[in-house]
Structure formats: structure tokens, C-alpha cells
């Protein structure tokens, strides 16, 4: 069997396992949501409210800008103390930058259901009798969510259905007539833009709009310090909860843009990848250092890479370790990968 035959062989088998879905930031990136990169830049470029111009606040902010300006955004905001004030004016430019891409896929996927690929992948792993997918995600974006509706499935977050969205405390299931419907659950470990607490402190889930509502704060982890301590209290416990529970009953594994750079998902995604029985698939326009030290230590015993190069798409397997080229594929981008599987 040559390299081709069997990178796909594998990557069949993967897909035919119903894989746990990680999504990473270039799986964002693909449909124009910014990454760390630019956000780190859209923050140091951004003013304090004038409640934080006095010396208490303007220290650490200053200390930011220095650091964000030599290193990424998750280090230069890491060890650096920020008022809650501060912190504050973070999260809410975070989100204000990010939304305003998230909301522009909203509008196109309204326009056309067929936009997003990951729709296609949805739609391709739930027409066996599988009435749920597990996707594990660190972004805030709602891409699987818009994914998984634009297919005619439901997407649960851990909040009850509507456009008024509480935490649930038993999980909700919607039936048509005696079946339950397929649905797409989301765990979205470092909290979502459609995430809120409100005045009276409840964090509710709501639909896409445009601005933060009067009187509510958006609940999403940011990067640095803050992000260790944040990720204890909830719904992040009880999202993190869930998806080391996907992860720990995984079959296989199917990585779309995801780096291995997050302390809190890949250590028992990675134990479990060393089962002989559970493959690995991951797509990627590059892959970061910290992939590349996980696959060559030899312990993830079936893997499959498929990063982007100048002739077309690498593939790095167990096999193949050092890594084969495929000339003129483009195999690395998900709409291009789900030709391997759907034929």
C-alpha cells in the first residue's frame, strides 16, 4: 500500500470511529476570526476607560504593552497583575473584536447553510446511528454552533434551549416524536461569546448580537494568570468537566487546527492517543512545536498529519515520522480533507 492509500486508510478508519472533534483557533482562523496574534495587537492598540488612568492601573497595563510588544499574547499577560478594572476593559475589547467577526459568520451562514465545511463533516459522522458528537474547543467563537444548526442538528452547550439560555442542571434533550434528536455538544472550556453574567450574577447563554446588553459582562477566559484561577469557577468547571469525559471515552481523535499548546485539554487527550486502538487525525496549516515534540516521543501509536507545504500537503505519520509530500492536494484544509472520507 503507498503512503497516499495508506494516510487515507487511517483517516477513514478515524472518522469511522465517530472521533472527539477538537477545534483550535486555526479552525477559526480558516473563516476569518482573528487569532492571538492580532488580538494581541488590537489590545495594545486600544485606549483605558478613564477609570483606569490613574497610576494603580496604569502599571500593570503598562507592564502589558511592554511585554506584548516582544512575546505572544498568553505570555505577555501572563505574571503580569492587572486590576479587576483593567481586566474588565480586556475582556470586553476581546470580545467587542472577536464578536464583531463571529456575528459576520452568522450572517453568512443565514445566507447560505452550506457555507461552513464543518457542517459537512457534522453531517457525514451523524448519518450512521450515532445521535451525538463530542466537540471539545478552547475558542469562544460559535462556528460549531452555526455548524451543527446550518445542518439540522442541535447544539448543546450546557445551558437549556432558547433564546434565553440557563445553566442545565439535568441535561435538556429535544425528541422528534419518540426519538431523540441528533445533537452536536460543545465544550467550550475557556467560555463563549454568547456567555453573559448578569446583574444579579446568573450566567445565562444568548443568541448573536451585536454589542454586550446593558448591565452584563461577557464570560470568556482570557489569556495569562488569570486564566488558571478563572477555569475552577463555573460554567468552566463544568465545561472542562465534560470535556475531559469526552476525551477520557474517545474512540479516536480528529485535531482541526488545534496546536497542543493548551495545558488544560492535551494531557489526557495525549494519554489516550497511547492506546493502540485510538487514532489520531490532525489537520493543521502548521504545526506547532509542542505537536511535533508529542508525535516524535513515540508514544501516540497511530497518527496522521496533514499540514499545509509549498508543493501541497505533508504527511507526517508513525510510520513516516519525518514526513511525505503530496504534491498539488491541499489535504490540510478541512473542505479539501473531507474528500478522503466522503468521497
Known amino acids: 500500500m503507498d503512503a497516499a492509500n495508506a494516510m487515507q486508510s487511517h483517516v477513514q478508519d478515524c472518522v469511522g470511529k465517530l472521533p472527539v472533534i477538537v477545534l483550535g483557533s486555526g479552525a477559526s482562523a480558516a473563516h476569518g476570526i482573528p487569532g492571538m496574534g492580532p488580538l494581541g495587537k488590537h489590545l495594545a ?25 516582544l512575546m505572544d499574547l498568553e505570555s505577555a499577560l501572563t505574571g503580569v497583575n492587572v486590576t479587576p478594572e483593567v481586566l474588565e476593559h480586556i475582556v470586553h475589547t476581546t470580545w467587542m473584536f472577536l464578536n464583531a ?29 450515532a445521535t451525538e458528537l463530542q466537540i471539545v474547543t478552547p475558542n469562544y467563537d460559535r462556528l460549531a454552533e452555526y455548524a451543527a444548526e446550518a445542518a439540522g442538528y442541535c447544539a448543546y452547550t450546557g445551558f437549556t434551549f432558547g433564546m434565553f439560555g440557563a445553566r442545565a442542571v439535568d441535561v435538556p434533550r429535544i425528541h422528534i416524536g419518540r426519538r431523540p434528536a441528533r445533537t452536536v ?22 443568541p448573536p448580537v451585536g454589542a454586550v446588553p446593558n448591565g452584563f459582562t461577557p464570560v470568556i477566559v482570557t489569556p495569562g494568570t488569570e486564566k488558571y484561577r478563572r477555569t475552577h469557577e463555573e460554567p468552566f468547571r ?106
Open 185 to 206: 455538544n460543545v465544550w467550550k472550556v475557556h467560555g463563549s461569546l454568547g456567555w453573559f453574567s448578569g446583574p444579579d450574577g446568573a450566567i445565562v447563554s444568548l
Open 45 to 69: 492598540a486600544s485606549t483605558l476607560p478613564v477609570h483606569c488612568q490613574e497610576t494603580l492601573h496604569l502599571a500593570g497595563w503598562q507592564d502589558f504593552l511592554g511585554k506584548v510588544q
Open 101 to 129: 467577526a463571529d456575528f459576520q459568520i452568522f450572517e453568512q451562514v443565514l445566507a447560505d447553510r452550506h457555507l461552513l465545511p464543518l457542517s459537512r463533516l457534522f453531517q457525514h459522522l451523524l448519518r450512521s446511528t
Open 238 to 343: 463544568t465545561a472542562m468537566h465534560s470535556a475531559d469525559n469526552a476525551v477520557a471515552r474517545a474512540n479516536a481523535f480528529l485535531c482541526i487546527g488545534y496546536g497542543f499548546n493548551d495545558d488544560h485539554l492535551q494531557p489526557l487527550m495525549m494519554e489516550r492517543c497511547c492506546r493502540p486502538g485510538v487514532p489520531l487525525v490532525v489537520i493543521t496549516r502548521e504545526l506547532t512545536p509542542t505537536a511535533h515534540r508529542f508525535l516524535r516521543c513515540g508514544r501516540c501509536s497511530r497518527y496522521v498529519v496533514l499540514e499545509e507545504c509549498p508543493e501541497g500537503t505533508r504527511v507526517f505519520t508513525h510510520e513516516a515520522p519525518d514526513g511525505l509530500v503530496l504534491v498539488g492536494e491541499s489535504y490540510w484544509r478541512l473542505d479539501r480533507f473531507l474528500s478522503l472520507v466522503t468521497g
